[in-house]
């Protein structure tokens, strides 16, 4: 399978800007957006959480990988991935094959604020379903992290998601995803 530089898959932890970020990156760019949660969300007919609680984390990582198969045989999108389907080793190795991999980086700090009052991130709630303290939450997404980062670090292109507004976070992903297509078509050709 050819690597498709028109495929942008947006990575980082939940909280980093990915769902924000991405309809805009997408519109700056002509691309479609679609978010991976949301398009597994459709499919199953259920939220993630009910998928984690009825049926485990193995299947909804299952349907993951599905829907991901089918949005790679696209071009020109821009797709938001879920925080931890960089974990799953065939999925990884599908969108470092298939696009460009760009990392949203996020402070913990500033992720466990971003997220300390949602309700809908499955992994970040406590094990009976109740609503965790900021420094709780800042432990699990520590704990998380830790096992992610690895991955985050390999992505084709990184931006910090908490030192500019969003639209000088757009500009500057735009301009280092066209340098990135750019630099790849060129090394592409000389080979």
């Known amino acids: 399978m050819d690597k498709q530089h028109s495929l942008i898959f947006l990575t980082g932890f939940s909280g980093s800007g990915k769902s924000t970020i991405g309809p805009l990156l997408a519109n700056s ?21 009910n998928i984690f609680a009825e049926d485990g984390e193995r299947y909804f990582r299952n349907l993951e990988m599905l829907t991901l198969k089918s949005l790679v045989t696209k ?25 460009t991999l760009v990392y949203l980086k996020s402070p913990i700090k500033t992720l466990a604020r971003r997220l300390c009052n949602k309700t809908d991130r499955p992994l970040l709630i406590g094990e009976k379903g109740q609503k965790l303290s900021r420094e709780e939450i800042e432990g699990k997404i520590t704990t998380i ?6 991955r985050y670090k390999s992505a084709d292109i990184t931006v910090e998601t908490d030192v500019k507004r969003i639209g000088s976070t757009v500009e500057e992903l735009t301009r280092k995803i066209e340098r990135y297509v750019r630099n790849a078509a060129t090394t592409a050709s000389d080979q």
């Open 75 to 99: 071009n020109e999108m821009v797709i938001s991935l879920g925080g931890g389907v960089l974990e799953n080793d065939q999925s990884y190795a599908l969108i470092q094959q298939s696009g």
């Open 29 to 49: 760019l002509g691309y479609e957006f679609i978010d991976l949660d949301q398009a597994i969300e459709k499919e199953a007919g259920k939220t993630i959480t």
């Open 145 to 150: 992290f830790s096992k992610r980062e690895p």
